[in-house]
């Protein structure tokens, strides 16, 4: 089996390993209204490639061969997609970007009205949360997790992703320099990523060096998949995508290409992963060449 | 002085602890958008009567007479507001009550748009648990704190006040029954003030029979709370009030007077109050006096 194959059958198991977990985050003793679970669900199980919880798992094993660390390390990969997938719908409303589709799919609002996206939204952020500290019932400490839901709330919070995407939106085309392209990437994207490294590695016990690594290789490969999703917006193949092409030169987005060419945006992204792909090899990881197959293989996606 | 001179100058006092820790819960070394922090401020320190924080900070003082109950509690304190302050920035937005006036100041979207206004609260939700996870650095134990964040996520969450929302938001005029009214008041309003209760217990080291003294205590204020606010709304004085009387009316919202009437309302309030007092009775508190006097006083309030 080449490599290749070898690492789509493992994304392939470990993405079904998070849908699986996905759909029990939601107690059944729990008494939640029927149409906020069918809410949160419709976006929660909308599909996808599940990547930020599956650089939790895979943070997770690359620090430890023990048996069970995908156990200890699945409910932050729930948490992480939960906060993602939050995002996404109040991202999609129309006092935000307005938008109808998402993965080729109605989206939040458009199928449950807007006050239901709306609560959709707060639900699965508060929520992801008590899925978080779960962890602490599979044998990570009481410390561990808090320093996960710490990071989390920081990360996905207002220093971070929220900030980001306040950034964003204050933006204006033409307006940007690509410093705060930079860092409206960074936060926006870039954070949860290196949340989610780094909550595998508490999961599995890592230390001071590895978190910081995996901290450092979520940022670089964080905005190296942001840049790639903006070439790929201006030269990909729609059926691949799943989406329209282009559609940010329409919304008049300011993007790597447009500040900097598609030449120079190809080279960063080869830079970065570069970058993220050596932190991971100076810090004394028992398997970190797992994670520099995902980097690698992200840089040559096609959609 | 009398008791109630006494409780008012109580009350103020822990008012004013509340203010100052709020002002402190967004760290300045943060890279936190101006507009962003503009926005959550404005709604987080705007008054009230910050019942919730204090019902943290005096389960805490039932509980222990330790020195440092108060800094211990502090950070649950600020978390509960944080979560309740929120959740009326989303509330009053165009897509759930529409509301243009709070306190009788605009609301955060009037002043901020809408797409800052669901940031704000997003960002204020998911603050509450980096605020709340700090209580570790403060003596409480991380089993306590997670406890409590775990608390926090389930009791403001789809199961809790979220869910709460969403089943008032469903209810329709004239179809709602008083079981139905009553699941709407002990989630949406009832369960974030048992969570502040607990949380205050945890904070102090309570023992497992007076975290459910506080967690009855707090559904039994809060059902009482929310009922004599529907008799306020049809009885109050405006000036006292700070909004508009007979707006549920306006509404066509479903309360307690509609249903059963203001005289049945009113002994319910009683009832409610009196069941209240009497599960702290028995719980072995070191000081329950406080609590007990502060229910009473919400039983009188005319605004």
Redesign the interface.
Known sequence: MTTSAELHMYLEEQRLIVENALRTV?SAD????G???EA?NYSLLAGGKRMRPIFVLAASAAVTNAGDATNRALPFACAVEMIHT?SLI?DD?P??DNDDYRRGRLTNHKVF????A??A???L??????VA?QA?RRGV???R??AV??E???L????GM??G???D??GEQGQTSLEQLENIHL?KTSDLIAFALRAGGHAAGADVRQLNAFELFGRNVGLAFQIQDDILDLTGDETKLGKPVRSDERQEKVTYPYLIGLDESRKRVVNLTKAANESLLQAGLANPNRLIQIADYLLTRDH
């Open positions: 939601f729990w008494p939640i209204p149409k906020l679970l949160m939050y109040h409303l006092a935000m009205g807007e006050a239901m709306i609560l939204g707060d639900g952020l508060t929520h992801s949360f008590h500290s602490a400490s009481a410390e997790t808090l839901i710490e989390l709330s920081r996905a919070g207002v220093p929220v900030g995407q306040v950034d939106m204050l936060h």
